[in-house]
C-alpha cells in the first residue's frame, strides 16, 4: 500500500503562483508514474501532468505547458507542480495520484492510490 499526502494548496491572485507537494511513504518502490489531477467545481477530474517516479520524462496538458512544470525528489518520496502565471480557470481542488507500471498513463482509472486532494483558488 502507498499512502499520498498533498500540501501547498491556498488562495493566490492571478497572475501568481503555488506550489504544491505530494510526499508518498509505504511501499514506494512499486511505484512507476506519480500525476497530479484537477477537479474543477461541476467538472470532471481532469489530467493535469505525470512524471516517472524516477525522474525525468514529463508530460503536462495543453492546458497548463507552458505555466506548470512537474518535478521529483526521490530522496524526499515527493513530486512537486509548480504553477505560475496562474488565472482563475486554475481554481479546482488538486489530487496526487501514483501507479505501477502498465494501464493508462492519463486517465484517473489508471492510477492505483490517491492523496486527499488540496484546494487551490485563483482570484481575478
Known amino acids: 500500500q502507498v499512502e499520498l499526502v498533498e500540501s501547498g494548496g491556498g488562495l493566490v491572485q492571478a497572475g501568481g503562483s503555488l506550489r504544491l507537494s505530494c510526499t508518498a511513504s509505504?511501499?514506494?518502490?512499486?511505484?512507476?508514474?506519480m500525476a497530479w489531477f484537477r477537479r474543477a467545481p461541476g467538472k470532471d477530474r481532469d489530467f493535469v501532468g505525470n512524471?516517472?517516479?524516477?525522474?525525468?520524462?514529463?508530460t503536462l496538458a495543453d492546458s497548463v505547458s507552458d505555466r506548470f512544470t512537474i518535478s521529483v525528489d526521490n530522496s524526499k518520496r515527493t513530486i512537486y507542480l509548480q504553477m505560475d502565471n496562474m488565472n482563475p480557470e486554475d481554481t479546482a481542488i488538486y489530487y496526487c495520484?501514483?501507479?505501477?507500471?502498465?494501464?493508462?498513463?492519463?486517465?484517473?482509472?489508471?492510477?492505483?492510490?490517491w492523496g486527499q486532494g488540496t484546494q487551490v483558488t485563483v482570484s481575478s
Open positions: 509505504g511501499r514506494t518502490f512499486t511505484l512507476y508514474r
Open positions: 495520484a501514483a501507479k505501477t507500471y502498465g494501464g493508462p498513463t492519463y486517465a484517473p482509472e489508471g492510477y492505483n492510490y
Open positions: 512524471i516517472l517516479w524516477s525522474g525525468g520524462a514529463t
